[in-house]
């Protein structure tokens, strides 16, 4: 069996760390002041400088974050919030935690992004039925990508909705010259361990350049509390993130640049490499990915199970993000209205995403296509 390639190498990327990572860790075992430690401070300060944002706010995952900045606008039953159908459950998950309703949105045939028409279609659809009131937009830059932010602020704008910025896959990425975290209201991340800034467990942050909004955030995540300690101002959550994880991200924080930039390399590697049979992701105009998913597309399904069975046989692993749209899931189904939504219900289907990650060696991307451009030449024989 070949040396396997790993989809994800945190082993390799801790090694790379090296002791600036240790140190981090024993600060906080020396301080310990486990639970808003001075890390958080300095990780805030950081996250909202990189993001180009007055504010960053820790949290505890990027559902949390999610969770937070809807209840900090109040949604809830009867209110519709219009998100892509195809994206990671937490972005429609936390909208019925609230007693809201999820409206389903297509999305870009080709960049996998929420789709424009699709999105003023189903506002027109909700405005026209009548029984919702339309209260928010959640964008998600799927797989590192930006979503197409200028036209979403305008639509929102346009629409009196409160926009959001699933920025889970994203951070990092950029977007008209324009670092993401600043292009909606309120800009969600995740530190999941997978994101292309993860620490080690669950993470999140908060970025918003509005001052009362931040102080809400702030409250809300520690259980709605006050200026004063046990002052309890809202009914707020447990969300806050630990010193551990931001003292991991402070480390992080340092190579992030440099690992963006592995990234991008990896992602040219294979757009330059794969056979024609074998779609690149579309490139977003004018934007640069944080390339937290490389997903290639096939031309069926049948096609795509059989790269990925042959890439698994060359040791190779590989990841479907995802399989179904959310409106097809069978916790989503009987909240759906019924409306198709073509591309979501097909590209789970065609898609594959291949290794990235910024302790992927050259030699590593070489294999990979090797794997392909074999398996490609293979379909090609049996075809004739
Ligand atoms: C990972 C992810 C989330 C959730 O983040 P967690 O930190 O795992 O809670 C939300 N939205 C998208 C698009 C994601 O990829």
């Given at each position: 069996?070949?040396?396997?390639?790993?989809?994800?190498?945190?082993?390799?990327?801790?090694?790379?760390?090296?002791?600036?990572?240790?140190?981090?860790?024993?600060?906080?075992?020396?301080?310990?002041?486990?639970?808003?430690?001075?890390?958080?401070?300095?990780?805030?300060?950081?996250?909202?400088?990189?993001?180009?944002?007055?504010?960053?706010?820790?949290?505890?995952?990027?559902?949390?974050?999610?969770?937070?900045?809807?209840?900090?606008?109040?949604?809830?039953?009867?209110?519709a919030v219009f998100l892509p159908a195809f994206t990671y459950t937490a972005t429609a998950e936390v909208v019925l935690l609230l007693g809201a309703t999820p409206v389903f949105v297509d999305v870009d045939a080709r960049t996998f992004q929420i789709s424009l028409p699709s999105l003023e279609q189903r506002l027109a659809d909700v405005r026209r039925a009548g029984r919702l009131e339309p209260k928010a937009i959640i964008g998600v830059d799927l797989f590192g990508q930006p979503a197409p932010w200028d036209e979403l602020n305008g639509l929102a704008s346009r629409e009196g909705l409160f926009l959001i910025a699933d920025c889970?896959?994203?951070?990092?990425?950029?977007?008209?010259?324009?670092?993401?975290?600043?292009?909606?209201?309120?800009?969600?991340?995740?530190?999941?361990?997978?994101?292309?800034?993860?620490?080690?467990?669950?993470?999140?942050?908060?970025?918003?350049?509005?001052?009362?909004?931040?102080?809400?955030?702030?409250?809300?995540?520690?259980?709605?509390?006050?200026?004063?300690?046990?002052?309890?101002?809202?009914?707020?959550?447990?969300?806050?993130?630990?010193?551990?994880?931001?003292?991991?991200?402070?480390?992080?924080?340092?190579?992030?640049?440099?690992?963006?930039?592995?990234?991008?390399?990896?992602?040219?590697?294979?757009?330059?490499?794969?056979?024609?049979?074998?779609?690149?992701?579309?490139?977003?105009?004018?934007?640069?990915?944080?390339?937290?998913?490389?997903?290639?597309?096939?031309?069926?399904?049948?096609?795509?199970?059989?790269?990925?069975?042959?890439?698994?046989?060359?040791?190779?692993?590989?990841?479907?993000?995802?399989?179904?749209?959310?409106?097809?899931?069978?916790?989503?189904?009987?909240?759906?209205?019924?409306?198709?939504?073509?591309?979501?219900?097909?590209?789970?289907?065609?898609?594959?995403?291949?290794?990235?990650?910024?302790?992927?060696?050259?030699?590593?991307?070489?294999?990979?296509?090797?794997?392909?451009?074999?398996?490609?030449?293979?379909?090609?024989?049996?075809?004739?």
């Amino acid at each position: 069996m070949p040396e396997p390639v790993p989809f994800l190498d945190l082993a390799a990327q801790q090694a790379r760390l090296g002791s600036g990572l240790r140190e981090r860790l024993d600060r906080v075992l020396t301080h310990c002041r486990f639970v808003m430690g001075p890390e958080i401070e300095e990780l805030e300060e950081r996250l909202a400088r990189y993001g180009g944002a007055r504010h960053a706010i820790g949290v505890s995952s990027g559902t949390d974050a999610l969770l937070a900045v809807l209840m900090a606008e109040d949604v809830g039953p009867g209110m519709a919030v219009f998100l892509p159908a195809f994206t990671y459950t937490a972005t429609a998950e936390v909208v019925l935690l609230l007693g809201a309703t999820p409206v389903f949105v297509d999305v870009d045939a080709r960049t996998f992004q929420i789709s424009l028409p699709s999105l003023e279609q189903r506002l027109a659809d909700v405005r026209r039925a009548g029984r919702l009131e339309p209260k928010a937009i959640i964008g998600v830059d799927l797989f590192g990508q930006p979503a197409p932010w200028d036209e979403l602020n305008g639509l929102a704008s346009r629409e009196g909705l409160f926009l959001i910025a699933d920025c889970a896959q994203s951070f990092g990425a950029s977007y008209r010259g324009r670092r993401l975290g600043h292009e909606a209201r309120a800009t969600t991340l995740s530190f999941f361990p997978s994101k292309p800034l993860g620490c080690y467990g669950d993470g999140g942050a908060i970025l918003t350049d509005d001052d009362d909004r931040a102080a809400l955030y702030r409250s809300l995540r520690s259980h709605g509390e006050g200026r004063q300690r046990y002052e309890v101002r809202r009914i707020g959550l447990n969300a806050r993130l630990d010193s551990l994880q931001a003292a991991v991200l402070l480390a992080k924080m340092d190579v992030f640049d440099d690992e963006l930039k592995r990234r991008e390399a990896v992602a040219r590697a294979y757009d330059a490499g794969l056979p024609s049979l074998v779609r690149p992701p579309a490139r977003v105009p004018d934007s640069r990915s944080a390339w937290a998913v490389y997903c290639v597309t096939l031309p069926s399904r049948a096609l795509r199970d059989s790269l990925r069975d042959c890439l698994s046989g060359a040791n190779v692993a590989t990841a479907i993000y995802y399989p179904k749209p959310l409106h097809e899931q069978p916790a989503y189904q009987a909240r759906h209205d019924g409306v198709a939504l073509p591309v979501a219900e097909t590209v789970g289907g065609q898609v594959l995403a291949l290794p990235i990650h910024a302790d992927l060696s050259d030699e590593a991307v070489g294999r990979v296509l090797a794997v392909i451009d074999q398996w490609a030449e293979e379909q090609g024989d049996t075809q004739q």
